[in-house]
């Protein structure tokens, strides 16, 4: 497990309140304390990212024809994600779907893309061990083994 952010274009993802409901966005230009992430593992080259509240970013359906990532309680098939790893170090999140997570130009992070091109090739950033709270830290140094349910 370790911490990370996210960066694709320059720009960091992070959670933002919008129609009151928290969101993923990929706009900000620094790492913020919304964007800080634990990697899990999960096996089978997928991962979860698990924000410092201890929810988990889900795939979720988003307006008619779109799909989105939300942070939601419990670990479910549709928080974890299939890494493509590219040969320049990025790295491309497949859904539960097969589908693309993939960042607009316009800051919005939807996952309904079947090809991977710059907006879906992400890189995982190492977070500064100050940014990650103490009780986060506690919770990943206890060795919290992630339990995936069945179901969506």
């Known amino acids: 497990m370790e911490h ?15 129609d009151g409901r928290a969101v993923v966005r990929a706009d ?3 790492i913020e304390p919304s964007g800080v992430l634990t990697r899990l593992p999960l096996g089978h080259d997928r991962v979860a990212l ?3 509240d201890g929810q988990y970013l ?9 799909f989105g990532l939300v942070p939601e309680d419990g670990l479910s098939r549709d928080a974890a994600f299939e890494e493509i790893l590219w040969p320049n170090g ?6 539960s779907e097969l589908t693309f997570v993939s960042a607009r130009t316009d800051g ?3 996952a309904n893309r079947t090809v991977t091109e710059v907006g879906e090739r992400f890189a995982f950033v190492a977070v500064p061990i100050a940014m990650v709270p103490a009780q986060v830290r506690r919770r990943v140094a206890a060795a919290e083994e992630p339990v995936l349910r069945s179901g969506g």
């Open 58 to 66: 889900t795939f979720r359906p988003e307006g008619d024809l779109t």
């Open 90 to 95: 990025q790295v491309s999140l497949r859904s």
């Open 50 to 52: 698990r924000t410092v």
């Open 108 to 110: 919005c992070v939807v």
């Open 28 to 30: 900000a230009a620094t």
């Open 4 to 18: 990370v952010a996210l960066t694709v274009r320059g720009r960091y993802l992070h959670l933002v309140e919008q």
